[in-house]
């Protein structure tokens, strides 16, 4: 089992819905969850990052953490075709852990 | 803040030959960095983390060997390919955490390395 794990997808949403994208992990005593964008061919850039249970709001994006159930989640509300790309997620226990990304396709 | 800059972006090799790329924080300290592979259409891999002053640590299966890094100062970390080989064609990505002990990684912009 994948320490961190995301659907691969691709998650196709229509311009202006709502992307809900999730993450699970295995080790409980993870403390800091981070959300990172990959525009193809690029490197990941930090978009979001959560260390207490609940919702965390920045502009039209919400992280979400449950840690009981051992799952952090990232909302993008109006999407945009801009917002097509790789959305990694990553666990910070011992050390940072990847999850493989999960591809978002925003159509127009 | 928190800008890691990577030299060069791009470079085309010859079999056989070595290659060296930098990783720069420009304004910030990182007592760590770390050093990626990603292939076409795949996760992120991380080969090996650096620390300053020490030994770097490597992942299962990377050749310390073959992928030599040296962390000199707090804010260069640099891994060199030798030898490098078509297989070793691949996009290098680094990150850099703050000495600060937060937790996040900050990532330069990657070099895409091709060896012919």
């Known amino acids: 089992q994948k320490e961190v794990e995301q659907n691969s997808g691709p998650l196709s949403v229509p311009e202006g819905a709502i992307a809900s994208l999730n993450c699970t992990y295995s080790?409980?005593?993870?403390?800091?969850f981070f959300w990172y964008r990959q525009y193809s061919g690029k490197s990941p850039e930090l978009i979001m990052f959560?260390?207490?249970?609940g919702d965390k709001e920045d502009g039209r994006f919400t992280a979400q953490l449950n840690k009981a159930s051992q799952y952090v989640s990232l909302l993008i509300r109006d999407s945009q075709p801009s917002d097509s790309a790789t959305y990694l997620c990553?666990?910070?226990?011992?050390?940072?852990?990847f999850g493989g990304g999960t591809r978002l396709m925003v159509k127009p | 803040g928190a800008v890691v800059s990577q030299h060069p972006s791009r470079v085309i090799c010859k079999s056989g030959t070595s290659v060296k790329i930098e990783c720069r924080s420009l304004?910030?300290?990182?007592?760590?960095m770390f050093w990626y592979r990603q292939f076409p259409k795949q996760s992120l891999m991380l080969m090996a983390t650096?620390?300053?002053?020490?030994?770097?640590?490597?992942e299962q299966g990377v050749e310390k060997d073959k992928f030599l890094i040296n962390h000199a100062s707090l804010t260069l970390s640099t891994l060199t390919v030798t030898s490098a080989h078509p297989e070793d064609s691949s996009f290098y990505i680094c990150?850099?955490?703050?000495?600060?002990?937060?937790?996040?990684?900050?990532f330069g912009p990657g070099t895409r390395l091709t060896v012919l």
């Open positions: 080790d409980r005593g993870s403390q800091s």
């Open positions: 650096s620390n300053e002053g020490s030994k770097a640590t490597y």
């Open positions: 990553a666990v910070k226990g011992n050390m940072l852990t």
């Open positions: 959560i260390y207490s249970n």
């Open positions: 304004d910030f300290q990182a007592t760590t």
């Open positions: 990150s850099a955490q703050r000495s600060d002990g937060r937790a996040e990684q900050f």
